[in-house]
């Protein structure tokens, strides 16, 4: 590979790195180097996660051969290897060197994203580069890790900490007891790095816990991956054991680190908590009085001793309704009532939690719902889930207990407290509907909102790191990041894109083509000639935008809102006829299956891509790679602004005037407002242009985009690139023309790996792709070459062909047809190219009638019934000859099978319903791999094996190795029927 010399510091690169990432890896250099905190932004699609792992991992080899040699060095000088002169100077410089002095220890880089698949695809950048020899671990939850039968199977995951605590404790579970035995296995301490699906695969393999494995493994190791919330809230922080001492942090994806510092230092807790709470103490309380533990789970030893005594519950009880009264006597107003953040401290000083005694409820509490979590065996018994809201409170507010710390948080915090709606919140079920003292009033919310993102930021650097690292695609405006930060920044980066001119396509659309404009504000948001304009601007965009389209909304309600309306309308059904919809789901259980489906859609020839409507601020846009033809071009529907009336985003845009007042360098509270949307929408755009060769619109679907402070906070990579569209027709012509010419003059792509987080996809060095059930070689999954398989560049016709005379009649008339000529690729000699090949043709059925061809009349006697026109859906094809069964049944028996592979492969597809033709797929790239005939065989003959299909059974014949072929014949010789 590669090496590139940076500030002294030999950086091995997987190949020739580009200008821009040169350029990245010096800052990151520089800022590791210099002990100083780095702030660098570059855009999606510059190899960023590669450049900062490739470079730091450089550094830190290089740093750590330093200090290995210098403790040699001293230990010899120590022993009188050198001249008394010579060692009194070289023990002065060691002790001058302070945090390079080994005594210090050797740095490690914790790297930090947001989600656990933003982790994976960073461990697997790693595992392609000339690092993969470095010792890495990953850091993740019981949720992903946790292999215990009973304790996987709990649904809340508090209740899941405290089981395996208890199980940890009592040493009852024996996947923990293996650890220590099996934590020097080959498998687990070998040479290959291990993601949390390796972990998982290795745990189940050896018996032993992948989460406790994970933190025998990060001890040892100099990188370590995990998610901010590890880093950023103490408390996890603390039970992770992660050390910061002289560590470097890398926070990538830092957009969200705003938002996530305030969120980790932010809680809310309702009255029925608090009553919730006081129940569950009464139930611990009844156990002891009434010697109630017969009915707890038998699995628990009712004989060991407790960690709390009958004193302490009557104690705590006592403090917790002293709190509920506390609330209670709240004087608050109609729109709620707001305290400085130190009034959080004289509301639990009045139920007597102080800082002398709050470490001793904390650890009383957890006791309690451990006790809970773990004694109750019916699901519908409380489990602590009122105690654990208490105690998160109380490990938020005293987090630090130092005046500085407390001096800090009148600053940051501020304590709101409202009376909450009961008409819309229905927490009238289960425990939420205790008869107490709170619930004969109504209900209250106490929010204690951190608004300084600089006070996570600050408790980090209290830790005494070496250097912290934010980088991101997105984080322009740099300056009132980095106020809002609050920790001094040495060296920061604003990278330009490798993408040239001819590979994007930025325009502001005003207006539909009926002539409405597009607004997505407030006021007009429900105005219905606006969401019908809306749905047909992006019906005509779907109708020439190839494969994969992103329509990204302002937020759910005005997605469903839209969603109804174009149904009600046709417009829905008439995009998804053209392009199948996939809408993003509010639950996170149910998107992995359907981002497959997208995916699978995309690459399914009987249809013109696909396109997934999505949500700024959702899971599609953030973290998810929709390069090249998963991705070609994304369509933002509306700015995302922040609810302008949530109590919240008053009280922050309020804090930031005030503090605005002292510091001017602040963002106003109007300007965030503004940021917050252009953010977000900047992150959604990110999803299209992921490498150097690929190509994407982009329309911005809302006339405010026109406007130039908006403008200047989008993404400055992009700014160059952006025109306001004159006349509808007109755009929608020069789209056909840019994706005409980016398909002729960029290099075809190659599909990549679609979600290198789900375990169904294989994502490793050999650049495999999953899309059945088995791993394809890449070079032949749907790669489109230019002389073969590709789309003709008349599929994309310009404004002389199509928009001539532009109108609304174009909505009603057009067939999704019209846009694509059939082609027929060149002939191929391999059954597995053929597969591949037929994969990526157009010339596939997609309307609802279908004639069958004539295209081996010269092979067989057909007769005029095969002229007919069969009536065939897009999905099914078998059921639908049902209807014609007797006529083909004499076809099939008199036919053979195609001489063309092309047209053998289409045959089949045509013939088999889509589920066995994928069997079919699956079935040839086995044999092709492996050569395992008897599979093989059993495969076809449940696929093939009867009347109407037995001539494309014996047709497969020519396609088997030399030494199946005879056997082949002597069983097609032998069937019946």
Not at 127 to 141: D, I, M, Q, W
Not at 495 to 504: D, E, L
Not at 740 to 766: G, V
Request: hydrophobic share 35%; glycine share 6%; net charge positive.
């Amino acid at each position: 590979m590669p090496e590139v010399m940076i500030y002294g510091i030999p950086v091995s690169f997987p190949f020739e790195p580009y200008d821009v990432q040169k350029a990245y890896m010096e800052k990151v250099i520089e800022s590791l180097q210099n002990n100083t905190n780095a702030l660098l932004e570059s855009p999606t699609g510059t190899g960023k996660t590669l450049s900062l792992l490739c470079s730091s991992l450089a550094w830190l080899l290089v740093k750590k051969a330093q200090l290995q040699m210098n403790a040699q060095l001293g230990n010899f000088a120590e022993h009188g290897g050198f001249s008394g002169n010579l060692r009194d100077n070289l023990n002065k410089a060691n002790a001058g060197k302070g945090k390079d002095n080994t005594t210090w220890g050797m740095p490690k880089i914790i790297y930090s994203s947001r989600t656990h698949s933003q982790l994976t695809q960073a461990m697997q950048e790693l595992k392609r580069s000339s690092y993969r020899h470095v010792k890495a671990s990953v850091l993740g939850s019981r949720d992903q890790m946790c292999i215990h039968p009973e304790v996987s199977k709990e649904t809340n995951n508090m209740n899941k900490v405290h089981m395996c605590q208890l199980k940890v404790k009592s040493r009852t579970c024996h996947f923990y007891n293996n650890v220590e035995s099996k934590k020097e296995d080959r498998s687990v301490k070998g040479d290959e790095i291990l993601d949390i699906e390796d972990l998982v695969t290795v745990g189940k393999k050896l018996k032993c816990c992948p989460y406790y494995l994970s933190k025998e493994l990060k001890q040892e190791a100099d990188i370590v991956f995990m998610p901010y919330n590890y880093l950023l809230d103490p408390k996890s922080r603390k039970a992770n054991g992660v050390e910061l001492l002289n560590n470097i942090i890398i926070l990538d994806e830092a957009h969200n680190v705003e938002k996530m510092c305030e969120e980790s230092a932010s809680l809310q807790i309702r009255t029925t908590d608090v009553a919730l709470c006081i129940d569950e103490i009464t139930q611990i309380m009844k156990s002891f009085i009434e010697g109630s533990e017969e009915q707890m789970d038998a699995s628990l030893d009712t004989n060991q001793p407790k960690d709390f005594t009958c004193d302490d519950l009557c104690i705590l009880k006592e403090m917790m309704l002293a709190l509920e009264k506390a609330i209670d006597e709240i004087n608050v107003g109609t729109e709620g009532t707001t305290f400085p953040g130190g009034f959080i401290f004289e509301l639990l000083a009045q139920a007597e939690i102080k800082d002398h005694n709050q470490m001793s409820v904390i650890t009383l509490i957890e006791n309690l719902i451990q006790y809970l979590s773990t004694a109750s065996a019916s699901p519908f018994q409380r489990k602590g889930n009122g105690l654990q809201k208490i105690v998160d409170l109380l490990n938020v507010v005293f987090s630090g207990t130092t005046h500085t710390y407390k001096e800090r948080v009148k600053l940051c915090y501020k304590v709101h407290i409202q009376i909450e709606d009961k008409k819309n919140n229905k927490k009238t079920e289960g425990w939420g509907a205790l008869k107490t003292a709170s619930s004969k009033s109504a209900e209250r919310v106490l929010s204690y909102w951190c608004f300084s993102p600089g006070f996570g930021m600050k408790q980090l650097l209290d830790q005494n790191v070496r250097s912290i690292i934010l980088t991101s695609g997105t984080l322009a405006p740099l300056k009132p990041l980095i106020s809002e930060l609050g920790i001094p920044i040495g060296v920061q980066l604003e990278n330009p894109h490798i993408v040239k001119s001819n590979q994007i396509f930025v325009k502001i659309m005003s207006q539909g083509p009926d002539g409405v404009i597009l607004n997505s504000n407030y006021q007009n948001r429900d105005n219905p000639k606006y969401i019908s304009s809306l749905g047909r601007t992006i019906l005509s965009f779907s109708r020439v935008i190839p494969d994969g389209l992103l329509v990204f909304f302002p937020s759910y309600p005005i997605m469903t809102k839209c969603q109804e309306m174009w149904q009600a309308e046709g417009i829905w059904s008439s995009i998804n006829n053209i392009k199948p919809i996939f809408v993003e789901p509010q639950r996170k259980e149910t998107f992995n299956s359907i981002i497959n489906d997208y995916y699978s859609k995309i690459s399914d020839p009987g249809f013109k891509g696909a396109c997934f409507m999505a949500v700024c601020r959702g899971k599609v846009s953030e973290g998810l790679d929709f390069a090249d033809m998963n991705g070609r071009a994304v369509i933002i529907t509306g700015l995302p602004f922040p609810p302008l009336k949530d109590p919240r985003i008053v009280l922050k845009k309020k804090y930031l005037e005030e503090v605005r007042i002292k510091q001017k360098e602040y963002l106003s509270g109007d300007e965030w407002y503004s940021l917050e949307a252009t953010r977000a929408v900047n992150q959604a755009i990110g999803r299209v242009i992921r490498h150097q060769n690929d190509y994407g619109a982009i329309l911005l679907c809302d006339t405010r985009f026109n406007n130039p402070k908006l403008k200047s906070q989008l993404s400055a990579w992009l700014r160059d690139y952006i025109n306001l569209s004159n006349k509808f027709g007109e755009t929608v012509s020069e789209i056909c023309r840019f994706f005409k010419n980016a398909e002729t003059s960029l290099p075809a792509p190659k599909l990549k790996p679609l979600m290198p987080h789900e375990p169904n996809i294989n994502y490793n060095e050999s650049s495999n792709v999953n899309l059945t059930g088995v791993s394809f070689p890449m070079a032949n999954v749907r790669t489109v070459n230019k002389g073969s398989c590709k789309k003709s560049v008349s599929q994309y016709p310009n404004s002389n062909e199509v928009y001539a005379d532009f109108s609304m009649d174009f909505y009603k008339n057009a067939q999704s047809s019209s846009y694509v000529n059939n082609f027929r690729p060149k002939e191929t000699k391999d059954l597995f190219s053929a597969l591949d090949s037929s994969s990526d043709s157009t010339e596939v059925v997609t309307q609802s009638t279908v004639t069958v061809h004539k295209r081996n009349a010269e092979e067989s006697s057909m007769t005029m019934a095969k002229k007919k026109k069969l009536k065939i859906k897009a999905f099914g094809f078998e059921e639908n000859l049902n209807s014609t069964e007797q006529v083909v049944d004499t076809i099939v028996q008199e036919r053979t099978a195609p001489t063309s592979l092309i047209d053998f492969v289409k045959e089949i597809k045509l013939l088999l319903e889509q589920e066995n033709y994928k069997k079919f797929q699956l079935a040839i790239s086995v044999y092709k791999k492996e050569g395992d005939y008897d599979l093989f065989l059993t495969t076809l003959s449940g696929l093939l094996e009867n009347k109407r299909l037995f001539y494309l059974f014996k047709g497969m014949k020519r396609f088997l190795k030399e030494d199946h072929k005879n056997n082949f014949q002597v069983y097609c010789d032998n069937v019946k029927f």
